[in-house]
């Protein structure tokens, strides 16, 4: 058992002084990378970028022009749509509507206000003039018809 325990202590030993070893080599590297006037040049650099890009970090993923531009298109489709409903012209009213749907940001939230607003038979070409424009917007299809009236 003595031969037992002095082995242990000696790979004991020697652990702990390979982690001592190992904690001096990183410390002088560490103070020989600090010490490098390479080194604090880069340092310096990366700091003075990283001082400039906060406004290019805090910028929107959204570009604000285009986010007007939608919001100037949905606002006209509305009122385009609400125009053509007090002409009567229901297949234009499904259209202007369907196309504020596709560019609407809470498009759930509008379908259930035309829901309660629209008439029940614009509200229905609404929906099936939906899947229509969404194609054309993609350009799976040229040109299609709309539905036609019931």
Do not use: N
């Not at 125009?83 to 560019?103: I, K, N, P």
């Amino acid at each position: 058992m003595p031969c037992v325990r002095a082995l242990l202590g000696l790979l004991a030993t020697l652990v702990a002084g390979g982690a001592v070893a190992f904690l001096v080599y990183c410390v002088y590297f560490d103070h020989r990378r600090r010490g490098d006037p390479a080194f604090k040049r880069r340092l310096r650099d990366k700091r003075r970028a990283q001082q400039q890009t906060p406004e290019g970090r805090g910028t929107q993923l959204w570009d604000t022009a285009s986010c007007e531009k939608l919001q100037k298109l949905f606002l006209q489709e509305l009122q385009l749509g609400q125009l053509c409903l007090s002409r009567g012209e229901h297949r234009m009213v499904a259209e202007h509507f369907s196309y504020a749907l596709l560019v609407c940001g809470q498009p759930q939230e509008l379908l259930k206000v035309f829901k309660r607003t629209l008439p029940p038979k614009v509200f229905e070409m609404l929906l099936h003039t939906i899947p229509i424009i969404c194609q054309r917007d993609r350009g799976d299809l040229t040109a299609p018809e709309l539905p036609p009236v019931p």
